[in-house]
């Protein structure tokens, strides 16, 4: 059956400090993938989608990028971290919109 | 483009209340429709779907029905208990491949 793992779970970082949140996917192969973020009491806010290795599509300019080194990797970063970038990071695979997508557990990031 | 609207919340029922969250969309086509649960701390969960007119999703007491004429899919559950209390999204796939989900309504139940 597919997994999806994303880590860590909570991240407690400084202004200007990098990012790196990392998202697996196990027991599939060429998933698209997603990464979401929800600022508290909003709603989802799609970041960047993949649907193939190295292929991103952004869907909000900002200071986080998104990398996919292989097939189901998929990397959120940043270099320089603001206060602004603090929520909830959702990672997200799916074959088509048709079947749904499958969420990580998240990963709850504090900007100080 | 497709588009998703649910109410605001949040609602507040006491246990064994009704409950209904409404759900309208746009869309081009006839785009699967769902409902995702996100539980306190928690990531997102497929609580049910329905990928064509008057289908209707259920699991854990939930239901929802895929009505073309109203552009609805409703989600309902007759009797809620303290551990539904959650937040509950609507979402329908894009026309780019993608879902696109509503704004998310907070269900509280008090015992």
């Known amino acids: 059956s597919q997994t999806i793992h994303q880590w860590p779970a909570t991240l407690v970082q400084p202004v200007g400090s990098p990012l790196s949140l990392e998202c697996t996917v196990e027991g599939t192969s060429n998933p698209n993938l997603y990464w979401y973020r929800q600022a508290a009491g909003r709603g989802l806010q799609l970041l960047f989608y993949s649907v193939g290795i190295g292929q991103i599509s952004s869907e909000v300019p900002q200071n986080l990028s998104a990398s996919r080194p292989q097939d189901r990797q998929f990397i959120l970063s940043s270099k320089k971290l603001l206060l602004s970038d603090s929520g909830f990071y959702l990672c997200?695979?799916?074959?088509?919109?048709?079947?749904?997508?499958?969420f990580g557990s998240g990963t709850r990031l504090t900007v100080v | 483009g497709n588009s998703v609207t649910q109410m605001e919340g949040p609602v507040t029922l006491s246990e064994e209340a009704f409950l209904t969250i409404n759900c309208t969309y746009t869309?081009?086509?006839?785009?699967?429709l769902f409902w995702y649960v996100q539980y306190p701390g928690e990531g997102l969960q497929l609580l049910l779907k329905a990928t064509k007119a008057d289908d209707k999703g259920s699991n854990k007491g939930f239901e929802a029905t895929y009505r073309k004429e109203t552009t609805s899919f409703h989600l309902e559950k007759g009797s809620v208990q303290v551990s539904d209390s959650a937040v509950y999204f609507c979402a329908l796939g894009g026309s780019q491949g993608n879902l696109i989900f509503g704004k998310g309504t907070k269900l509280s139940v008090k015992p």
């Open positions: 869309a081009t086509g006839y785009p699967s």
């Open positions: 997200a695979w799916s074959f088509e919109a048709d079947y749904g997508y499958t």
